[in-house]
């Protein structure tokens, strides 16, 4: 994690061996302040409080670090499930963004696309070893894509005409 609560404040960890509480479950903090991984924080017991939590790399670390730290690891409460999860980034407008280093099932995908209600995903595609985008995408004149707005340049950005947030007016 980037932050924990240092007297109530959300924090980074610059030091190795700061302590700090975790904003979702208040449980103890530890700095971790290394070469390798970006400086961060981790539960002293070694819990993962968070079911999506995933190792934090330089990738997604300097994505998370083009946003204001109010918009960074932003904490959601489930009480019917009494859960919690962390958004990589919220704003103020109700859009989360969410950004994917790793492989995750779809199962854990649509999930996480259910609990929050307005979500971009951001994927690391450098790990895509092999792969061309241009030879696998469908040809957007297809009648399937309709209900699609389609935007391309040095990125492919697909976005359902019905479900593109509009802030309150």
């Not at 190792?55 to 109010?70: D, G, L, V, Y």
């Amino acid at each position: 994690m980037q932050y924990a609560l240092i007297d109530g404040i959300k924090r980074e960890a610059t030091h190795t061996g700061q302590k700090a509480l975790c904003e979702g479950c208040k449980g103890n903090m530890i700095s971790k302040c290394g070469d390798i991984m970006p400086h961060h924080w981790a539960h002293k017991s070694g819990k993962n409080c968070d079911s999506w939590r995933e190792p934090e790399t330089h990738w997604h670390r300097q994505w998370k670090n083009h946003f204001p730290p109010s918009f960074r690891e932003v904490i959601f409460h489930d009480p019917e499930l009494q859960k919690y999860h962390r958004a990589d980034i919220h704003n103020e407008l109700g859009l989360t963004i969410e950004f994917q280093n790793s492989a995750i099932n779809l199962e854990e995908m649509l999930s996480r696309e259910k609990f929050y209600m307005y979500l971009v995903w951001v994927i690391n595609g450098a790990k895509l070893k092999g792969f061309t985008l241009g030879d696998f995408m469908p040809d957007p004149e297809q009648l399937v894509f309709d209900p699609f707005e389609i935007i391309s340049g040095e990125q492919v950005t697909y976005t359902r005409k019905n479900e593109r947030y509009l802030p309150p007016s």
